[in-house]
């Protein structure tokens, strides 16, 4: 059981030379100290008594506002009992709630995801929001805090996934995540870095399998019949228009209105990585577009209304569906053209690179056209981009 001691710390004057009333707790021979909020002279405390003498003016009204903090902390010793700790003592005699509410691992969790979606940053959110709710759902303590966040109960979470049947790298992002989120918490002084519990952790990963299809499984896919309008035809063409777009991420495609065509090309900053991006507008993505075509709508596909409130939480959603839903599609008929490899929106880009790659282009300019650095990121600085036509004409010879 925790010891409990009201005493005078001398170790440090104030600039009024007064000491801080302290209550040291000792606990398995290791000491703490919680400060009182009071500090007097030295002349004024009863090292006896271990309270205020009579010669301070306030000594009456001091010592009942330390008796009060002795009592509470006292009782919060008992209540721990065995499962003591300073971080569940100093959680347990919060008067502050909001810092208590932090102090939870859900709650702090939950805040900071609604930062995120306040800030726009939508698909953080929803990283943040997935993982969290895989963690609690493992934990299964709504209260826990972050003090008892140990390597048992990571080990537990790992192995929660892993019954569940997820690969490897969905476990470590899992697993990123959530330590994402307690070395937010350190920073803003919810839980002591002393307890950090991610030392031990090993996060593995594996080589991501190569999602690309080759030229001619693409032209399998273009030549499939199936009527424009048709959520399969519908499907198959946001595949291919990333595609003839240089691998076009399906988000920025969904995002991408009148005013990002400018003089032919298609001008547009990446949103995973703020990158700008200036992609000719060959014929065949021209084809789609004009399929495409909504009359009063300002986005160039039929997935955002006018009214869609950009890199907002609900517009995010409206987008991850559709994603889903066009790679159930793609999958089904990577299956019915025996392909091989399932096709989803990911792979148009890896396609094009791969195609590029194989076309005997070289790494630097494959790198410059997808948005990528390449190589040292310092040499980088001092090697020149590419011309314009240059990339325009890997663009033509890969996709044709």
């Not at 049947?165 to 839980?191: D, F, W």
């Not at 200036?278 to 709508?297: N, R, T, W």
């Not at 494959?366 to 090697?383: P, S």
Request: glycine share 4%; hydrophobic share 35%; with cysteine.
């Amino acid at each position: 059981m925790a010891t409990l001691k009201t005493l005078l710390d001398k170790r440090r004057a104030k600039s009024d030379g007064s000491f801080n009333i302290i209550f040291r707790i000792t606990n398995n021979r290791n000491n703490y100290s919680i400060n009182s909020g009071v500090s007097v002279l030295v002349k004024y405390w009863n090292e006896k008594k271990f309270e205020i003498n009579k010669l301070h003016p306030n000594f009456n009204l001091l010592n009942l506002k330390i008796t009060k903090q002795f009592f509470k902390i006292q009782q919060a010793i008992l209540v721990l009992d065995d499962g003591f700790s300073i971080e569940k003592l100093r959680f347990m005699i919060d008067d502050n709630p909001k810092k208590q509410s932090q102090s939870t691992f859900k709650v702090f969790s939950d805040e900071l995801i609604a930062q995120m979606i306040h800030t726009n940053k939508t698909g953080n959110a929803l990283v943040y929001q997935t993982a969290v709710n895989q963690f609690m759902a493992s934990v299964n303590n709504d209260q826990l805090l972050f003090s008892e966040i140990d390597y048992p109960l990571l080990e537990k979470f790992s192995n929660h996934l892993v019954k569940k049947g997820l690969k490897i790298n969905s476990i470590s992002n899992y697993i990123r995540t959530i330590r994402a989120i307690y070395n937010k918490a350190i920073k803003l002084k919810v839980v002591e870095r002393s307890f950090y519990p991610f030392y031990d952790i090993s996060i593995k990963s594996e080589k991501t399998a190569k999602r690309a299809i080759s030229k001619d499984d693409i032209l399998k896919l273009k030549h499939i019949p199936l009527k424009k309008h048709s959520t399969a035809g519908r499907s198959l063409n946001y595949f291919l228009l990333s595609f003839y777009l240089r691998g076009i991420s399906f988000t920025d495609l969904a995002y991408l209105t009148t005013n990002n065509i400018i003089d032919g090309r298609i001008e547009y900053k990446r949103r995973k990585t703020h990158k700008n991006y200036s992609i000719k507008v060959l014929p065949e993505a021209e084809i789609l577009f004009q399929q495409f075509e909504i009359v009063g709508s300002k986005y160039l596909l039929p997935i955002l209304s006018n009214d869609a409130v950009e890199d907002s939480l609900k517009t995010k959603k409206v987008i991850r569906q559709c994603i889903k839903t066009t790679n159930k599609y793609l999958k089904r008929l990577s299956v019915e053209l025996e392909l091989g490899s399932p096709v989803t929106t990911y792979t148009s880009r890896h396609s094009f690179g791969t195609i590029a790659k194989r076309l005997g282009y070289s790494n630097e300019l494959i790198a410059e056209a997808l948005g990528h650095e390449y190589g040292n990121k310092i040499t980088n600085i001092y090697l020149d981009t590419f011309d314009t036509d240059v990339l325009d004409a890997m663009h033509q010879h890969v996709i044709r």
